[in-house]
């Protein structure tokens, strides 16, 4: 049985000891698309490796998955790894796709991908939306997982094959490594194959994809001499004898391919497969293969060997029309050279579906084959034909990515044509998520050179590329572009703000600040200073080690007075005042009115030229004055934003974590927990040590303290390290404050409290005093109440005196709180009343519900068991609205030593407001006090207040966000999270 190159549509060998690896994939197609044939119902899925090196037959078993799948009816896509083309950014990715995306218009496409259209498009060869950014290239990933996951469950069941995967583009193989677990949830098969001594150093993770899936590749061994022996016999005939066999298997160690190509080269020479003609074998077998298959080659004529060294240098592009221009050959002798490579089994036949097409594509009769072919050429030649395949490949329109791989190859040559090609190379592989492929081409662009006035630009793109994954290399990149002569004032504040982000990215942020400072020096446009003012202020603000906040902080507030919130950059620096105003512990109504101003008609997360610190901020000042449910709503629309873009690494991160921490301050622990361990795991998968992670952790933590978890509090912060390493760069919450929280929680009162001296060293000289913001002072109260019970008293004294200040009610509350807790005898109580009188008016649930237990407490202390149940059960009910399981536990066992029996807590959706509520929420934006709706509703002030607390922690707000919330969709205020249909639901 001949061997014809093992591709879809010829004629396959038989395939010879491999019926442990043909059980393995009839027993995983039997579990996908069931036992019987023609069964299309969807099974589960499962992974198939085959490793072994060049010609040992995995093509072979691939076709062999192929039929057995088509015969059982399952959709196969399949896809091989090329030599040529492992630098073209989702290469395999885009060849597994087409057949499914092929014929379809672009209407169709976006009804198949949905939402990630404008994410995946450029990624699998479609094309974007016009003046679509540039996704993260884990955007991207989270696309194509999802087009993917997709196309098994339409396509069901489905069979994915990859072949020579040790060649597959760097970027489809990162993809299909993080993928590949999934398939075990979906109806997929998924089958690769690859040779191991030549996967790349940077693949590791694909090599262990079969361990991490449970399973271990199927490493092919050598056939035997009895297999060889059949190979040969089925070739050339049963009377071949036993020794000419023998030295078959001993010439090619057992390979199939070499054993199948020697047979055909023995019936080509006419000779008689018997022991007398060893010697003829072996001479053969050696041109089977390297030199040998060279000298064969040459032998067929100088066309042949130009148009094999044009198909071998096209690689997977190759047809005959651009071989014969590469080569340098008419249609006359091309045809004939078509002719004799597919006689001398060099080119493999075109497959037999009769289209024309087929006919005109090129493929080498096995990758061995042109490997050798490719690596003849002399080096000379193989540059220039490159370069002539560039050309020959952008003629064709087949796109300046397929034109870059060739110029790659080439020697720089000072044509502006190239950099041309490669800076539009490099702009497609960035919008497709591929920045290392787009880095390549720049690189290489620099290289040409470009000409004096496109080099800054060059500069700074190749700059960009490198951003996420090298900023220090950027930094690089950006210096060199901003001393270049010839510079556009556009370009050169896109260099310094691209620099200075850099900057900070490498925790250099006092460099980060300086760039931009002199940058509004020299800056004559009024915009353009704004705009770099406004940087240098946030990267101050970011700043650990800022020597003169107080300062910056009078210049920040000088300036906001005189600008009306014209303009990004105007409304950035009045965002900036907003944030400043709250750190500093400044009236809450004070910061409220700077965080509205710049808002103004929305402050977008992904403008690539301001990026998304200052609305994060904006939404955090929000919440930190009592408007967490405002908070929430920017936080929602952020993320969103983020979504949309393809901007699924640090900025997701930050968006899911920073939500957690607004559900935490609101007390929403179970929502608020699930948020945090998101976006950690975004953090982990982004980097190590980044400012992602640090906030991240810290906010964990704080949950599971707050949730009675301090064990596993602990195994977080030692998992990462957590207050080994204070951050250079501000992090909110404070970690050193919450490391000194788990420290107290922990019992370690003493290394919290040194601690927290250190931190209040740290912030009061920038007059960072806002116990809302960072409650330093609380804390040490705390630690030192049992040894200097008179310094905790002055300490948590001087917070609460902080706090009134500010003036939110949970920041007053939570400060009385604490000084309850170092307040001894009668008194407490007493202060605990004001505390639940404070928090009550507030949208902190967690809080709430520990100070009525607190106070509870204290009261059955006190000797009042009736009034100490009341305030337990309602802290009861808000532990267990908030899920706090261990404030739920202690609440039951005081209401316990009480005497009474625990009721059952109330059970409410945590967002619908009921009629009365409503009503009474509307009465109170009106500006009704709380007698006159007592008046109104026949009820007492207690239950006023109690109806108003449950109000404030639905709507995320205190008693002054009500009349924004209640003024509904018209007003273009948002109706908040769980209240549609209405100004407050029903």
């Given at each position: 049985?001949?061997?014809?190159?093992?591709?879809?549509g010829?004629?396959?060998?038989?395939?010879?000891?491999?019926e442990?690896?043909?059980a393995?994939?009839?027993?995983?197609?039997?579990?996908?698309?069931?036992?019987?044939?023609?069964?299309t119902a969807?099974g589960?899925?499962?992974?198939?490796v085959f490793a072994?090196p060049a010609?040992?037959?995995?093509?072979?078993l691939l076709?062999e998955?192929?039929?057995r799948?088509?015969a059982r009816?399952?959709t196969?896509?399949s896809?091989?790894?090329?030599?040529q083309?492992?630098?073209?950014a989702?290469?395999?990715?885009r060849?597994?796709?087409?057949?499914?995306?092929a014929?379809?218009?672009?209407?169709?496409h976006?009804?198949?991908?949905?939402?990630?259209y404008?994410?995946?498009?450029?990624a699998?060869?479609?094309?974007?939306?016009?003046?679509h950014?540039?996704p993260?290239?884990?955007?991207v990933?989270d696309?194509?997982?999802?087009?993917?996951t997709r196309?098994?469950v339409?396509h069901?069941?489905l069979?994915?094959?990859?072949d020579?995967?040790?060649?597959?583009?760097?970027?489809?193989?990162?993809?299909?490594?993080?993928?590949?677990?999934?398939?075990?949830?979906?109806?997929?098969?998924l089958?690769?194959?690859?040779?191991?001594?030549?996967?790349?150093?940077?693949a590791?993770?694909?090599?262990?994809?079969?361990?991490r899936?449970?399973?271990r590749?199927?490493?092919l061994a050598?056939?035997?001499p009895?297999?060889?022996s059949r190979?040969?016999?089925d070739?050339?005939?049963?009377?071949?004898?036993?020794?000419?066999?023998r030295?078959?298997w001993?010439?090619?160690?057992?390979?199939?391919f070499?054993?199948?190509?020697?047979?055909?080269r023995?019936?080509?020479r006419?000779?008689?497969?018997?022991?007398?003609?060893?010697?003829e074998?072996?001479q053969?077998a050696?041109?089977v293969?390297?030199g040998?298959?060279?000298?064969?080659?040459e032998?067929?004529?100088?066309?042949?060997?130009?148009?094999?060294?044009g198909?071998?240098?096209l690689?997977?592009e190759?047809?005959r029309?651009?071989?014969a221009?590469?080569?340098?050959?008419g249609?006359?002798?091309?045809?004939?050279?078509v002719a004799?490579?597919?006689e001398?089994?060099?080119?493999?036949d075109?497959?037999?579906?009769?289209?024309?097409?087929?006919?005109?594509?090129?493929?080498?009769?096995?990758?061995?084959?042109?490997?050798a072919v490719?690596?003849?050429?002399?080096?000379?030649?193989r540059v220039?034909?490159?370069?002539?395949?560039?050309?020959v490949?952008?003629?064709?329109?087949?796109g300046?990515t397929?034109a870059a791989?060739?110029?790659l190859?080439t020697?720089?040559e000072?044509?502006?044509?190239?950099?041309?090609?490669l800076?539009e190379?490099?702009r497609?592989?960035?919008?497709?998520?591929a920045?290392?492929?787009a880095?390549?081409?720049?690189?290489?662009?620099?290289?040409?050179?470009?000409?004096?006035?496109?080099?800054?630009?060059?500069?700074?793109?190749?700059?960009?590329s490198?951003?996420?994954?090298?900023p220090?290399?950027t930094?690089?990149h950006?210096?060199?572009?901003?001393d270049?002569?010839?510079?556009?004032?556009?370009?050169?504040?896109?260099?310094?703000y691209?620099?200075a982000?850099?900057?900070?990215h490498?925790?250099?942020?006092?460099e980060?600040?300086?760039?931009?400072a002199?940058?509004?020096?020299?800056?004559?446009?009024?915009?353009?200073?704004?705009?770099?003012?406004?940087?240098?202020?946030?990267?101050?603000?970011?700043?650990?080690?800022?020597?003169?906040?107080?300062?910056?902080?009078?210049?920040?507030?000088r300036?906001?007075?005189?600008?009306?919130g014209t303009?990004?950059?105007?409304?950035y620096?009045?965002?900036?005042?907003a944030?400043?105003?709250?750190?500093?512990g400044?009236?809450?109504?004070t910061a409220l009115?700077?965080?509205?101003?710049?808002?103004g008609?929305?402050?977008?997360?992904?403008?690539?030229?301001?990026?998304f610190e200052?609305?994060?901020?904006?939404?955090?000042?929000?919440?930190?004055?009592?408007?967490p449910?405002r908070?929430?709503?920017?936080?929602q629309?952020g993320i969103?934003?983020?979504?949309?873009r393809?901007?699924?690494?640090a900025?997701l991160s930050f968006?899911?974590?920073?939500l957690?921490?607004?559900r935490?301050?609101?007390?929403r622990?179970d929502?608020?927990e699930?948020?945090?361990?998101?976006?950690?795991?975004?953090?982990d998968?982004?980097?190590?040590?980044?400012?992602?992670?640090?906030?991240a952790?810290?906010?964990?933590?704080?949950?599971?303290?707050?949730r009675?978890?301090?064990?596993?509090?602990?195994?977080?912060?030692?998992?990462?390290h957590?207050?080994?390493?204070v951050?250079?760069?501000?992090?909110?919450?404070d970690a050193?404050?919450?490391?000194?929280e788990?420290?107290?929680a922990?019992?370690?009162?003493?290394?919290a409290?040194?601690?927290l001296v250190?931190?209040?060293?740290?912030l009061e000289?920038?007059g960072m005093?806002?116990?809302?913001?960072?409650?330093?002072?609380?804390?040490?109260?705390r630690?030192?109440?049992?040894?200097d019970?008179?310094?905790?008293?002055?300490?948590?004294?001087e917070?609460?005196?902080r706090?009134?200040?500010?003036g939110?009610?949970?920041?007053?509350?939570?400060?009385?709180?604490?000084?309850a807790?170092?307040t001894?005898?009668?008194?407490q109580a007493?202060?605990?009343?004001?505390?639940?009188?404070?928090?009550e008016?507030s949208p902190?649930?967690?809080?709430?519900?520990?100070a009525?237990?607190?106070?509870?407490?204290?009261?059955?202390?006190?000797?009042?068991?009736?009034d100490?149940?009341?305030?337990?059960?309602r802290g009861?009910?808000?532990?267990?609205?908030?899920?706090?399981?261990?404030?739920?536990?202690?609440a039951?066992?005081?209401?316990?030593?009480t005497?009474?029996?625990?009721?059952?807590?109330?059970?409410?959706?945590?967002d619908?407001?009921?009629?009365?509520?409503?009503?009474v929420a509307?009465?109170?934006?009106?500006?009704?006090s709380?007698?006159?709706?007592?008046?109104?509703?026949?009820a007492?002030?207690?239950?006023?207040?109690r109806?108003?607390?449950?109000?404030y922690?639905?709507?995320?707000c205190d008693?002054a966000g009500?009349?924004?919330?209640l003024?509904?969709?018209?007003?273009?205020?948002?109706t908040?999270p769980?209240?549609?249909?209405g100004?407050?639901?029903?």
């Amino acid at each position: 049985m001949a061997y014809m190159g093992d591709r879809p549509g010829r004629p396959l060998r038989l395939l010879l000891e491999r019926e442990t690896e043909t059980a393995a994939l009839e027993s995983l197609l039997t579990e996908l698309s069931g036992p019987s044939q023609g069964l299309t119902a969807a099974g589960s899925g499962g992974l198939l490796v085959f490793a072994g090196p060049a010609g040992l037959g995995k093509t072979t078993l691939l076709n062999e998955v192929r039929r057995r799948a088509l015969a059982r009816g399952c959709t196969v896509l399949s896809a091989r790894g090329g030599e040529q083309e492992q630098g073209v950014a989702f290469h395999v990715v885009r060849h597994l796709v087409q057949p499914v995306l092929a014929a379809g218009s672009e209407e169709e496409h976006r009804r198949t991908l949905g939402s990630w259209y404008d994410i995946v498009a450029p990624a699998v060869g479609l094309v974007a939306g016009a003046g679509h950014s540039s996704p993260d290239p884990q955007g991207v990933r989270d696309g194509l997982d999802w087009v993917a996951t997709r196309f098994a469950v339409q396509h069901a069941p489905l069979v994915v094959m990859l072949d020579d995967a040790h060649w597959a583009d760097a970027e489809s193989l990162t993809w299909l490594t993080g993928f590949a677990p999934r398939v075990t949830e979906l109806p997929m098969l998924l089958v690769v194959a690859y040779r191991p001594d030549e996967l790349p150093a940077d693949a590791l993770a694909f090599g262990k994809l079969a361990e991490r899936h449970g399973s271990r590749p199927f490493d092919l061994a050598p056939l035997t001499p009895g297999a060889i022996s059949r190979i040969v016999r089925d070739a050339l005939g049963e009377d071949a004898d036993d020794a000419f066999c023998r030295e078959t298997w001993a010439v090619t160690g057992g390979n199939p391919f070499e054993a199948v190509e020697l047979a055909a080269r023995v019936a080509d020479r006419g000779l008689k497969p018997q022991s007398a003609h060893l010697p003829e074998l072996r001479q053969l077998a050696s041109a089977v293969k390297g030199g040998g298959l060279i000298e064969r080659l040459e032998r067929l004529g100088t066309s042949a060997v130009r148009f094999a060294w044009g198909a071998a240098v096209l690689g997977a592009e190759a047809s005959r029309s651009r071989a014969a221009s590469v080569g340098g050959l008419g249609d006359a002798e091309s045809a004939d050279a078509v002719a004799k490579l597919r006689e001398a089994r060099i080119l493999a036949d075109p497959a037999r579906d009769g289209s024309d097409e087929d006919d005109d594509h090129l493929e080498f009769f096995h990758p061995l084959v042109s490997t050798a072919v490719y690596r003849a050429i002399p080096a000379a030649f193989r540059v220039a034909m490159h370069g002539q395949a560039a050309a020959v490949i952008s003629h064709a329109g087949l796109g300046a990515t397929a034109a870059a791989r060739h110029l790659l190859e080439t020697h720089p040559e000072s044509d502006p044509w190239v950099v041309q090609q490669l800076s539009e190379a490099a702009r497609d592989y960035l919008r497709a998520g591929a920045p290392d492929a787009a880095r390549r081409c720049l690189t290489r662009a620099l290289r040409e050179p470009p000409a004096m006035e496109d080099r800054a630009q060059v500069l700074f793109d190749l700059g960009c590329s490198a951003l996420l994954t090298e900023p220090a290399v950027t930094v690089n990149h950006l210096r060199a572009a901003l001393d270049e002569p010839v510079l556009d004032p556009a370009l050169r504040e896109a260099i310094v703000y691209r620099l200075a982000q850099a900057l900070g990215h490498s925790d250099r942020m006092a460099e980060a600040a300086r760039t931009v400072a002199d940058a509004a020096r020299w800056a004559t446009d009024t915009r353009t200073r704004l705009h770099m003012q406004a940087e240098q202020f946030m990267w101050n603000a970011f700043r650990a080690d800022e020597q003169d906040s107080p300062a910056r902080s009078r210049k920040l507030a000088r300036l906001a007075e005189h600008l009306t919130g014209t303009g990004t950059a105007e409304r950035y620096i009045m965002g900036l005042r907003a944030w400043d105003a709250m750190v500093r512990g400044e009236p809450a109504p004070t910061a409220l009115e700077w965080a509205e101003k710049a808002l103004g008609d929305g402050l977008p997360w992904t403008d690539e030229q301001w990026g998304f610190e200052v609305p994060v901020l904006v939404a955090l000042t929000f919440m930190y004055c009592d408007q967490p449910g405002r908070a929430e709503e920017l936080f929602q629309k952020g993320i969103a934003e983020c979504q949309d873009r393809g901007w699924r690494g640090a900025h997701l991160s930050f968006g899911y974590t920073l939500l957690g921490y607004i559900r935490y301050r609101r007390g929403r622990l179970d929502s608020a927990e699930t948020l945090v361990r998101d976006g950690l795991r975004i953090a982990d998968r982004v980097g190590h040590q980044v400012p992602a992670q640090y906030f991240a952790i810290g906010i964990l933590i704080e949950i599971l303290l707050a949730r009675g978890r301090t064990e596993e509090a602990e195994e977080v912060a030692t998992t990462y390290h957590y207050g080994d390493i204070v951050p250079s760069a501000v992090v909110y919450p404070d970690a050193q404050t919450v490391h000194s929280e788990l420290l107290l929680a922990l019992g370690r009162r003493r290394e919290a409290e040194q601690q927290l001296v250190r931190v209040g060293e740290r912030l009061e000289p920038r007059g960072m005093r806002n116990p809302a913001w960072c409650p330093w002072q609380l804390h040490l109260a705390r630690a030192k109440a049992a040894t200097d019970p008179e310094q905790a008293r002055e300490l948590a004294a001087e917070g609460v005196r902080r706090a009134r200040r500010f003036g939110t009610r949970s920041a007053v509350g939570q400060a009385l709180h604490a000084m309850a807790a170092v307040t001894p005898g009668p008194e407490q109580a007493q202060v605990l009343a004001e505390a639940v009188a404070h928090l009550e008016r507030s949208p902190s649930g967690h809080d709430l519900a520990s100070a009525l237990i607190d106070h509870g407490v204290a009261l059955r202390r006190s000797g009042l068991p009736q009034d100490a149940a009341e305030q337990l059960h309602r802290g009861l009910e808000g532990a267990v609205q908030c899920g706090a399981d261990a404030l739920v536990s202690r609440a039951r066992e005081e209401l316990d030593a009480t005497g009474m029996w625990p009721l059952q807590p109330r059970t409410a959706a945590a967002d619908s407001l009921t009629v009365q509520e409503r009503t009474v929420a509307e009465w109170a934006a009106r500006g009704w006090s709380n007698a006159r709706i007592a008046e109104a509703l026949g009820a007492t002030d207690p239950v006023v207040t109690r109806l108003l607390s449950d109000i404030y922690l639905k709507a995320g707000c205190d008693r002054a966000g009500l009349p924004r919330l209640l003024a509904g969709p018209d007003s273009g205020a948002s109706t908040g999270p769980g209240l549609p249909g209405g100004p407050m639901g029903s």
